[in-house]
Structures are given as structure tokens and as C-alpha cells.
């Protein structure tokens, strides 16, 4: 232990470069007992090319590029059609470059994954529940995806692949999919970058095709104002928030950036993968808010302004096997998903339509293989299990699918897409379990080392951990007030006091690892390097 002290002390130099270790928890320093995190991902990794000293290189932003762009299909999700605020999608953003930095600097400097990290830090009540919590997002989340390629596969079918049909499809699929790595991680990263392109492309076509008022379109991206808004707009923008910013995105993308081969002993190669992964995230990020445009641009377009009796009127015209979905009445226009699909095949044509299905599945699809790898990441992590990769997935596909698969064969297609504002709200409620963590462990030095948090990143991250959790405070209060029945009423409150009682235990943690050292009363997360790894012999004795 006296050794392995000195070491972390005395940073040795290897071949004139300064060098350290920067996963103080785990696993231990000694190379002669150094047991490296199990995983079941990952084996080959890919090969960061040694180039001479130089500012910036494009060979290295290239081996770099994949995770940030697997990551960014979860932002692109078909659920965020249904409101145009677009200022909210625009700041939600922008949230995540932030955050996704936070997760990337994690996982590259400690060698672990957010989950992982969670696993060795927290007791075991609150990890479970942390868990809980984090599963209960990804289901929110899976639901939303294999619906929408479920109503994909309906529109492209013309209704003969019911709605239960398209959710066993999407499953069968996604097994197939994603043991794509198997053949090499490039050639999964490639093919969701062809489903990217997918995506791009036919939302594209539907922009161009609809021509949405460019003025118009850059005043509510950039001017916070929503006329007339009530309680069901505020429910859309506070599930806006849970659609873009996706609790288990910051798992998932904490154990996507170990897939490159970093020398972690080594400060400057550190240095340099936390900046080309910066560089990387933004650049997907910005290629998904793109697409995120063209469809919120195609839907406020394409149906603003108009009633059931108009588009009743012109699908009738046009011959559409759907004019029934819309009653001849002067009622505002209501769309989701597949009424959304059938109004475009209305109005621009058939091609609209099937161009537009295969958008949603293409981003159901992608982002049902994001979430299933966020739940295989998030259990081994948490649990610690030690599992086949097919037991795995076998396992967080049946918890996240089941649920979804019942409501598919007891609701129509109809009906089904009104629940994406409740899931939405769900992850929005799910999302301080992710970033309350990920700012408490980057900002300690027995974790980061030289790679802690700075200041400005503190308070950055405090002000959005603290504006997420007003969100979700006051949507708490105003959906308990609304219930009708008393005992839903008690019941609701119950759960909301359990809930801001976790998420005030984990903002504690939080507030001792940003300094707020008088809160320090039994804590874990202050503890020093020096008994990180007196624990951790420990363990593997």
C-alpha cells in the first residue's frame, strides 16, 4: 500500500512525458494486480494512430468519431414531433454537448463507465434504487422507439402488419443488429451512421418538400414565447426536456468512449481523446438538432392552422384508405406519429408518406439499439454481473420490451402515440439520476485527478442540475394538485416525497464533492485517494 501511495504521489515519467493514473478507485494501480473492469464489449479496440506533436489532426478526430454519433440517435427521437417549441429543442440542445462532455472526461480518465463508477461509490440501498430508476427511463424510452417503428412498419404496410406484428419484428431485429460488432465495432458504427443518413435524408425531403416559412423558422429557434400556452403545452415542454436529454444517453455514452485505445497512465494522450471526443459530440449533436429542425419544421408547417374537416376533405379527394382517422368536423387538427405520416400522404402524395415511415424507422431502429446497449451498460455496471452477452440482452430486452408489447396488443394504432407526452414527462423526471452523478464524480480529485472539474464547470453544471430539478419539482406539484381521486392523491404524494427525498440524497453527495465541505457527515464520495486504494486491495484480496 506504501508503494502504490508513493506512485500516486510521485507522478512518474515515461519517455519524458508526465504520466499518472487517473482511476484512483478502481482498478488498482499495481500492474501486478491490476484487474481491468469485466465487460463483455469492447475486446478490440480501436487503435488511435501516434501521430507527431501537432495542434489538430483529421486522422485522429477519425479514429475518434463513432461514439458520439451512436449517442446522438437517441436525439433522434420521433417523440419530439409533437410540440413546437422550438426553443426549447433548440436550448436542450446545447444542454448535452455540456453533459456529454462530463460523461466522455468519466469514462476516459477512470477507465470505467458512469454505471461502474455508481456501483463503487454509492452504498448499496441508494445504488439499487439508482438503478431502478435508470431502468424505469429506459423503458419510458424503448417504448417510444419500438412504437414508432411499429407504426412505421403500419404505414409502410398499409395496415396489414398490426401493431403487436411490428413491436415482435422490432425485437427480432434489434437481436440481429446488434451483434453487428461481432464483425468489428467500425462496422456497427457504420451502419448507424447509414441509418443517420437514412434519417437525414428523408426528413430532408419532407423539408424541402413542405417549405416551412424560414423566418418564422429562426424567430421560434432562437425568441422564447409560446402564445396561448396552458397545462398541456407546459406538459410537452417538460417532456421536451426528457425527449432530448435521455437519462441513460449519459450512461451510455460514459462506456461508449472506451472503445478507443488511450494510454490512461499517459496525462496528454488523456488530454487529447477528451478533446477529440468534445469535437466529435458536437458535431453529431449538431447533425441530429438538424434533423430534430426538419421535422418539427414539417409538422408546425405542414399542420398548423388546420381542422379535421380539411384534411377529412382532402384525403377523401386524394383516395386515402385513411380518411376516417379524422371525424368531418371543425375541430382543431391533432396529429402524432401516424396521423402525422397520413396527413403528408394526403396532402403531398403517397411517396410523402412512405418516405416519412421510413424516417421513423429508421430512427425507431437505431434508437432501440441505443437503449438496449444503455440497459446491458447501466445492469453491468450497477449489478456487477458477470453474464453472456446473449443472457444480457436476452434480459434487458424482456424488462424493457414486455411492458410494451402488452399495451401494443391491447390498444389500436390510433390511439397509442398519446401516451409519448406522459413517457416523455417519465424520463424528464428520471433525469437528475443521471446528471446529479456525473457532476458529484467529476468533480472529485480522488476520482479525476487533474482532470476534476474546474469552477466554471461546476457552476455550469449546478445551474442546469438545479434548473431540471425546478422543472420537475414544479411539474410534480402541479400533477398531484390535479388529481381528482383522494387516494391517487395520497398515493402520488407519497411517491413524489420518496422521490425529492433520493434526489435530495443525491445532491448532497453532489454539494460535498463541489466543496460544500460543512455538509460532510458520513459521505463516501470525500474520500482520499489513499483509502480508495486500501479498499480496493482490500476487495481483490
Known amino acids: 500500500i506504501k508503494t502504490e501511495k508513493r506512485r500516486l504521489t510521485d507522478s512518474p515519467q515515461e519517455n519524458g512525458v508526465q504520466t499518472n493514473q487517473y482511476h484512483t478507485i478502481s482498478p488498482p494501480l499495481s500492474p501486478d494486480i491490476q484487474e481491468e473492469p469485466f465487460s463483455t464489449y469492447f475486446e478490440d479496440k480501436v487503435q488511435v494512430p501516434k501521430a507527431v506533436n501537432q495542434t489538430f489532426s483529421f486522422r485522429k478526430l477519425w479514429a475518434f468519431t463513432g461514439p458520439g454519433f451512436l449517442m446522438s440517435i437517441a436525439y433522434l427521437d420521433p417523440g419530439n414531433i409533437e410540440s413546437d417549441l422550438w426553443y426549447l429543442i433548440c436550448l436542450n440542445t446545447t444542454h448535452p454537448v455540456f453533459l456529454l462532455q462530463l460523461a466522455a472526461r468519466l469514462g476516459v480518465v477512470t477507465g470505467m463507465h458512469l454505471a461502474e463508477v455508481c456501483n463503487r461509490q454509492y452504498p448499496t440501498v441508494p445504488r439499487i434504487i439508482l438503478w431502478l430508476m435508470v431502468e424505469l427511463a429506459i423503458i419510458g424510452s424503448d417504448m417510444q422507439e419500438v412504437i414508432g417503428c411499429a407504426i412505421a412498419l403500419n404505414l409502410l404496410s398499409v395496415g396489414r402488419i398490426p401493431l403487436w406484428g411490428g413491436v415482435l419484428i422490432t425485437i427480432t431485429d434489434t437481436f440481429v443488429f446488434l451483434f453487428l460488432d461481432k464483425y468489428g465495432l467500425r462496422k456497427l458504427e457504420a451502419f448507424f451512421g447509414f441509418l443517420i443518413t437514412v434519417m437525414a435524408i428523408s426528413f430532408g425531403y419532407e423539408y424541402v418538400l413542405v417549405k416551412p416559412n424560414q423566418g418564422e423558422l429562426l424567430k421560434g429557434m432562437f425568441v422564447p414565447y409560446c402564445a396561448d400556452c396552458g397545462p398541456v403545452q407546459l406538459e410537452q415542454a417538460v417532456g421536451i426536456v426528457g425527449a432530448v436529454i435521455m437519462p441513460h444517453n449519459i450512461y451510455l455514452h460514459s462506456a461508449l468512449v ?48 388546420k381542422t379535421n374537416l380539411d384534411v377529412n376533405l382532402m384525403c377523401n379527394t386524394t383516395g386515402s384508405p385513411h380518411q376516417d382517422l379524422f371525424p368531418p368536423d371543425n375541430s382543431t387538427l391533432e396529429v402524432d406519429i401516424y396521423k402525422g405520416g397520413v396527413v403528408l400522404g394526403c396532402f403531398f402524395g403517397p411517396a410523402a408518406l412512405y418516405i416519412w415511415a421510413i424516417g421513423i424507422l429508421a430512427a425507431g431502429q437505431s434508437s432501440t439499439m441505443t437503449g438496449t446497449y444503455s440497459g446491458q451498460f447501466v445492469m453491468e455496471g450497477f449489478l456487477n454481473l458477470r453474464w453472456s452477452r446473449f443472457a444480457r440482452v436476452l434480459l434487458t430486452r424482456s424488462i424493457a420490451i414486455t411492458p410494451t408489447l402488452l399495451v401494443a396488443i391491447f390498444q389500436d394504432v390510433e390511439h397509442l402515440t398519446g401516451m409519448n407526452d406522459f413517457l416523455n414527462v417519465l424520463q424528464s423526471m428520471q433525469l437528475p439520476f443521471a446528471l446529479i452523478p456525473i457532476l458529484t464524480f467529476t ?51 407519497l411517491l413524489s416525497i420518496a422521490y425529492l427525498c433520493f434526489v435530495g440524497y443525491l445532491a448532497w453527495h453532489c454539494l460535498i464533492a463541489l466543496g460544500v465541505s460543512c455538509l460532510d457527515c458520513g459521505s463516501r464520495v470525500r474520500k482520499q485517494p489513499a483509502v480508495l486504494i486500501e479498499e480496493q486491495s482490500e476487495y481483490n484480496s
Open 258 to 305: 472506451k472503445s478507443r485505445e488511450v494510454d490512461r497512465r499517459n496525462k496528454r494522450e488523456v488530454k487529447e481523446a477528451n478533446k477529440y471526443f468534445f469535437i466529435e459530440s458536437t458535431i453529431a449533436l449538431f447533425v441530429s438538432f438538424l434533423i430534430n429542425v426538419f421535422v418539427v419544421a414539417v409538422f408546425a408547417q405542414a399542420f398548423y392552422n
Open 443 to 493: 468533480s472529485l480529485t480522488s476520482i479525476m485527478n487533474d482532470f476534476a472539474n474546474g469552477l466554471v464547470w461546476k457552476i455550469s453544471g449546478g445551474l442546469v442540475i438545479l434548473l431540471v430539478c425546478a422543472i420537475n419539482m414544479y411539474f410534480v406539484v402541479v400533477y398531484v394538485t390535479s388529481l381528482n381521486s383522494v387516494l391517487l392523491y395520497v398515493l402520488a404524494s
